[in-house]
């Protein structure tokens, strides 16, 4: 739209009319002066019109040949030749016409209305052998074109120069009457480049026209002003353009809008000088305006003809009018495409390099006739465009004449077809390969070795096995263009992309759909019957997995294509993708079409999966490992790293994740780990340092963390000890952690993992040392049917040097359970059933700075001792497995716990409690265990009742159900909560005789009782003496009365 609206306004400029200048006047350069002082038109010489008044414009044997004709702007000037008379032949005239700048214009624009020429016969060779019309350009080489023949249509040329020469040759003339091969008409005007906004660009002019002229209103945004690149000296129309990039530059054919000269050769010589460091430019040209593109493609005259189309290749042939774009600076490079015709947009032709090369070539003859319908414009115009790409990226080929791709490292990344156009029948390969870059850094591509050195597949286990995989998801592949074929049937698979399993050096050229036969062998590679699937095996075992075409799309992971930085679609299975059996895979992409016709289109998500891990091989998990003395070199700290198989995280498909990293030192050494770096995200979660006990705890949802624990003992779980999720690596990293035994564990757990987890999201780095430091030698395991576990700080126990923080553990005999008691509060308790989330429990002040931890196989609780006795202030903590009633409420079926701990824990939970001591300031604490037995069920029907024995649970703490064990019954201290194992009803001697003595006693003491009170009875009935008795009878008195008065007393 925006062409037509540009094309009219020459038309409309044509309609404005410069004023007659007066009688007597000087006339312009532009007229012709009449004897009489009259000036005119310069056209008005000599056409047979006397336009002076006194004859003066038309002599005797006047010509309108060989003249310089001159106008104003915007006016429109006629022109006719007659037909010459026969002794004229052959026919010579040149006409000139000058734009003399300014009011007389810049650019001449020729419009031949009705022409005749002699014949038309050839576009190639003698295709004007009665005559031809020549248009030169002053200061440009002559090209020697022609055009004749006729035509009823008006052909438009607009100049390059000021100054345009036509020459008219009519070498032989018609001799009937009706065979006129002659007929001249034309108009001429001149215009102003600024207005010329087709070509040059910019925006229609802002001075205004005369009131009778009626501009269109645009629709669109103007154009901006057009680089149109810088004139080769001594050509007619090479260019160069340079910087493109900064520049809006355009491709014309000559002469554009109008006709294009014929005998004509152009080059167009695109390059890009300025390019950003680390990048690599491509060129593009291309245009969208089908409108703005009309190449003559067809030899047809007259009648109707096929619509105006795009012809590319051989059907340019017709005419030979055409442009080609070439991949580089010259004719020797790469052809990417080659069109003719018009009315439909040019696809984008890319170089591959910062150089492109446009040739616009025509025939030698040509005529102004045309088979569809009259055209306002004629040849083409190109926009140019400058992409810059990262120049380690694998989306352009470093030689144009063997496009091949490495891509070698440990990382992840897209490949898509190349950015660039490649011509027919090229083969691309893309060769994949794992490989640390660090320890080969050799920029030269991985070679096999020779055939001598066999292949560890095949004959032992010669070479180790790769460290990396490849894995590989196709998302996108699209063939561009029809759907039916113009080649055989047996060929439908035209373009396609094979995936190979290992290196392929050379094209296979598979010709069908399956790749069952090869017209080519890949060097090195023979036929074989054993893989039919593949249709090709070489030494190095090199399979195919699939092949894409238009026609067959095996698999797909399509649905990876809607990832963005906030969407995170389920992450790509490996019934969707590939994963080779070694370190490398090839793509082979072939392309039976220039991509700037037919693109092929495909877009492939890589991975160099590492199975790398440090240390050696422990336990049943995939990423479990041990470190032992063997491992260490000179006593230099060890690195090591979280594992970087994408498999094992969310983004490989998985769900849960658990590693455990366990340093095995002597008995006299202690491990000294040193994290460096841990990264923990998508997790609202912290690292923080907990105030009572000085380690790290994570602070949120532990969904994913890294523990450490310690394992003094190989049959007890771990000790809990530091937490970190997401950590402030200013505050906390490096991170240093000591060990108080010879065995530690670094667990590194997440569950519910999504596609937006792996190694960057989750991951950690540190190095680990064995150090030797003096040995604590006393065991701190107990056992036993209950018992005490003292603490002191400070402990200056002779027998417990060197064991300052080491933990107590309480193992139950066999089929029994703890119960474990502590006078104090609870501060912080947490347990693994669920996410492990830490709750606060008692939100008091505590008066001590000392606290004790206790831990079971999922339950820990940070404990606010208290030295006295309390009862009301009492912890009370069971072993794993028990409940109240007996109901086994926390066997490891029925809990609510991760797939992770299941594997870790096993079928039964370890019936162990562990008591540590964090002592800070002066202060005795004990804690107090009783072992635990389960009161035997009895059936509801009470079958099974006889197979109990008479002594079953004869002693038991009726609050906990349980039953003690008889060496804790009245031992003089209260083991179960109510004390009930003291009681005096059970602990009492005198009421522990048989039944049948406590009778009898029971009869003497009420026999003795009795006789007593009677006695006393009958002493008090006794008459009472008189005083005077009393004292006369002891004055008179013997001993012996008063000894038988004695015995009287009871």
């Known amino acids: 739209m925006i062409t037509i609206i540009l094309i009219n306004v020459f038309y409309i400029l044509a309609d404005v009319s410069t004023p007659t200048p007066l009688l007597g006047s000087k006339c312009k350069k532009s007229e012709f002066t009449c004897n009489n002082r009259k000036c005119i038109p310069l056209n008005f010489y000599c056409n047979n019109v006397n336009e002076c008044g006194d004859s003066s414009d038309e002599p005797r044997y006047c010509t309108r040949c060989n003249r310089t004709y001159l106008g104003l702007v915007g006016r429109k000037y006629d022109l006719e030749l007659h037909r010459p008379k026969s002794d004229k032949i052959p026919f010579i005239c040149h006409l000139t016409f000058t734009a003399a700048g300014e009011e007389y214009g810049e650019i001449v624009q020729l419009t031949f209305d009705s022409f005749t020429l002699g014949r038309f016969e050839s576009f190639t060779s003698d295709g004007c052998p009665d ?47 009706a065979g006129y091969n002659f007929d001249f008409r034309m108009e001429y005007k001149f215009l102003k480049m600024k207005i010329a906004i087709v070509r040059y660009g910019g925006g229609p002019p802002l001075s205004p026209f005369p009131a009778n002229v009626t501009l269109p209103t645009p629709s669109l945004e103007p154009e901006p002003e057009y680089y149109l690149g810088d004139l080769i000296t001594g050509t007619y129309c090479s260019r160069i353009f340079s910087d493109c990039d900064r520049k809006h530059c355009r491709l014309q054919s000559p002469n554009f809008p109008g006709v294009y000269p014929r005998n004509l050769t152009c080059y167009y010589a695109v390059r890009q000088h300025e390019i950003p460091q680390g990048k690599h430019a ?29 012809k590319v290749w051989d059907d340019c042939n017709d005419v030979q009018d055409y442009v080609t774009v070439y991949d580089g600076y010259t004719t020797r490079d790469p052809i990417i495409l080659k069109f003719c015709g018009g009315g439909e947009a040019v696809p984008e032709a890319v170089s591959s390099g910062h150089e492109l090369l446009v040739e616009f070539s025509t025939s030698p003859y040509g005529t102004f006739s045309h088979p569809v319908s009259a055209q306002s414009l004629y040849g083409f115009q190109l926009e140019v465009e400058v992409k810059f790409v990262d120049q380690q990226s694998p989306s352009f080929v ?12 440990t990382n992840k990344g897209i490949l898509e077809s190349p950015l660039h156009s490649l011509p027919a029948n090229t083969t691309c390969l893309y060769h994949l390969q794992g490989i640390d870059m660090s320890v080969s850094t050799s920029p030269v591509p991985f070679r096999p070795l020779s055939s001598r050195f066999p292949d560890w597949r095949h004959v032992g286990m010669i070479l180790p096995p790769a ?31 094979n995936v190979w399993d290992g290196q392929l050096w050379t094209p296979t050229n598979c010709n069908d759909l399956y790749c069952t036969s090869l017209r080519g062998k890949s060097r090195g590679s023979s036929r074989t019957n054993s893989l039919p699937s593949s249709g090709i ?277 066999p089929d029994k359970y703890l119960y474990v008691k502590i006078n104090g509060v609870i501060l912080r308790h947490s347990s693994r059933l669920g996410n492990g989330s830490v ?73 162990t409690v562990i008591v540590e ?99 006393l009875y009958k002493a008090f009935r006794r008459r009472p003496r008189s005083i005077l008795q009393t004292r006369l009878k002891s004055l008179s008195s013997s001993d012996t009365a008063i000894i038988d008065d004695k015995g009287v007393i009871c």
């Open 131 to 177: 005559g031809a019309l020549q248009i030169a350009e002053v200061n440009r080489p002559q090209v020697g074109g022609s055009w004749c023949g006729n035509t009823w249509t008006p052909a438009i040329y607009y100049s390059e120069t000021n100054s345009v020469i036509v020459s008219v040759q009519l070498l032989k003339l018609a001799k009937d009457q």
């Open 282 to 310: 491509l060129i593009t040209v291309r245009q969208p305006k089908g409108q703005l593109v009309y190449i003559r493609s067809q030899s047809a005259l007259y009648g109707t003809a096929s619509t105006r189309e795009l």
């Open 398 to 409: 470093k030689t144009k004449r063997q496009c091949e791709f490495w891509v070698r490292g």
């Open 467 to 497: 460290r990396y995989r490849v894995w590989l998801s196709i998302v996108k592949f699209h063939v561009s263009g029809s759907k039916k074929s113009d080649k055989p049937d047996q060929e439908v698979c035209r373009s396609y992309l």
């Open 537 to 813: 095996r070489s030494t190095k075992n090199i399979t195919l997995l699939a092949r894409y075409c238009r026609e067959h799309v095996p698999r797909s992971c399509d649905h990876a294509l809607l990832t963005n930085a906030t969407r995170f679609p389920r992450p790509c299975s490996l019934a969707e993708s590939f994963l080779t059996s070694g370190d490398s895979l090839t793509l082979e992409l072939k392309l039976a079409d220039s991509t700037a016709l037919r693109p092929v289109r495909f877009r492939a998500l890589y991975e160099f999966v590492d199975l790398h891990l440090d240390g050696e091989p422990w336990g049943p998990g995939p990423c479990s490992r041990r470190f032992t003395a063997s491992s260490m070199q000179d006593n230099v700290p060890q690195k090591f790293v979280a594992p970087k198989d994408i498999f094992l995280y969310g983004r490989g498909g998985a769900k849960n994740m658990s590693c455990v990293y366990r340093f095995e030192a002597q008995k006299d050494e202690k491990i000294k780990l040193t994290l460096n770096s841990v990264i923990i995200k998508n997790r609202n979660c912290a690292t923080r340092v907990s105030k009572d006990t000085d380690r790290l705890v994570c602070d949120g949802n532990t969904a994913a963390a890294i523990r450490i624990f310690e394992i003094p003992w190989s049959d007890v779980p771990g000790i809990p000890k530091d937490c970190l999720c997401a950590v402030d690596k200013d505050k906390y990293m490096p991170f240093t952690y000591v060990s108080t035994s010879n065995v530690v564990e670094l667990r590194f757990d997440v569950i519910g993992m999504n596609a937006a987890d792996d190694f960057t999201t989750l991951f950690f780095e540190g190095t680990w040392k064995f150090i030797k430091t003096p040995r604590c030698k006393k065991d701190f395991r107990m056992q036993g049917a209950n018992g005490e576990v003292a603490f002191k700080y400070p402990n200056r126990a002779s027998d417990e040097s060197n064991c300052e923080g080491n933990a107590r553990v309480i193992v139950p005999a």
């Open 839 to 911: 709750r606060v429990v008692t939100p008091v002040s505590c008066g001590t700075t000392n606290r004790i931890i206790v831990h079971t196989a999922l339950y820990s609780a940070l404990v606010c001792p208290y030295e006295s006795n309390r009862r009301q202030s009492l912890v009370e903590v069971f072993s794993e497995g028990w409940t109240v009633g007996g109901s086994p409420q926390h066997a490891v079926g029925q809990m609510t716990l991760d797939k992770i701990e299941i594997d870790r824990l096993g079928k039964d939970l370890s019936r």
């Open 917 to 1015: 001591f964090v002592g800070k300031e002066v202060g005795s604490y004990s804690v107090m265990w009783l072992e635990l037995a389960r009161r035997r069920s009895i059936p509801p029907n009470g079958k099974g009742l006889f197979l109990m024995k008479q002594d079953d649970c004869q002693y038991r703490c009726p609050e906990l159900d349980a039953c003690i064990n008889a060496s804790v019954w009245c031992d003089g201290q209260d083991d179960c909560p109510s004390g009930v194992d003291e009681a005096i009803t059970h602990c009492s001697v005198i009421l522990q005789l048989p039944a049948i003595y406590l009778f009898l006693g029971i009869l003497a003491i009420l026999a003795a009782g009795f006789v007593c009170f009677v006695l």
